[in-house]
């Protein structure tokens, strides 16, 4: 099987991962996707609600789709989990399947700052999606794309199209897509709910609901 493993921590998961999700999984034959939301981190992080609330809201909103599943491989664990840790744990799951790891651009262009990033990238092929200010040039901005490969060097930034296969510094391959651009972002929702405004139709009902519900982001608190 040829699986996406699509990390984050989705505080809260809003449309523009479903629907990430879902262009990745149609468009790169995937077999399934699996979300995969963040632990807690040891020092408690500005706005980071409880790793339990994070996953059970991504179970909500993924349960109506057979093609995604919902691992809770980091947020059971007590101590800090690093995704290179996470992606070995993988392989010993699925010995047998394909494993891509699903990344918006703006993430990827982070990845120096993630724990090990030279071994994070030497483990698993990637797929790197566009979101509004993060568009398929702006992988070259990346230390870890490995330039000749994509004849960079000759052609222009504009030049280079969407649907193109990088070779990273590594040698493992980086899929680049161009998704639907919709400009949602978790940073929004919580700004939002802050100021006590509607988040409808940014994130599934049943989130909405399960937010409201649990008072997960309170007004007036940051
Ligand atoms: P925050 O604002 O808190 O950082 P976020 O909306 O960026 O939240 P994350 O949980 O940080 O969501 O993202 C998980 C993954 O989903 C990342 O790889 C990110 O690039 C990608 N992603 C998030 N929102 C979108 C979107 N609207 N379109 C495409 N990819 C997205
Ligand atoms: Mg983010």
């Known amino acids: ?10 505080n809260p998961i809003h449309f523009g991962h479903l629907r990430a999700a879902e262009e990745v999984r149609e468009k790169l034959n995937l077999h399934k996707v699996i979300f995969m939301p963040s632990g807690n981190p040891p020092l408690k992080t500005l706005d980071l609600i409880e790793a339990s609330h994070r996953y059970t809201m991504t179970r909500l909103a993924t349960a109506s789709n057979v093609d995604f599943v919902v691992s809770d491989i980091e947020v059971r664990q ?4 690093y995704t290179v840790n996470t992606i070995q744990m993988l392989y010993d ?12 651009i703006d993430a990827f262009l982070d ?7 030279d071994v994070l990238i030497s483990l698993i092929d990637f797929i790197l999606v566009t979101r509004p200010g993060y568009g398929v040039e702006d992988i070259l901005k990346s230390p870890y794309i490995n330039r000749q490969s994509c004849h960079c ?5 504009e030049a280079i199209s969407s ?6 510094k590594s040698g493992k391959k980086a899929f680049v897509l161009e998704i639907t651009p ?3 972002s978790s940073t929004e929702i919580r700004r939002l709910l802050k100021e006590d405004k509607s988040i409808k139709y940014l994130v599934p009902e049943i989130v909405e609901d399960y937010i409201y519900k649990y008072k997960l982001y309170p007004n007036g608190i940051s």
């Open 153 to 157: 060097e000759e052609q222009s930034d």
């Open 163 to 168: 649907n193109e296969i990088f070779q990273l």
């Open 93 to 104: 799951i699925y010995p047998d399947d394909e494993l891509f790891f699903i990344l918006g």
């Open 182 to 184: 919709i400009g949602i």
């Open 1 to 10: 099987m040829r699986l996406g493993i699509f990390g984050g921590t989705f």
């Open 111 to 117: 990845i120096s700052n993630w724990w090990q990033p």
């Open 78 to 81: 007590t101590k800090k989990s």
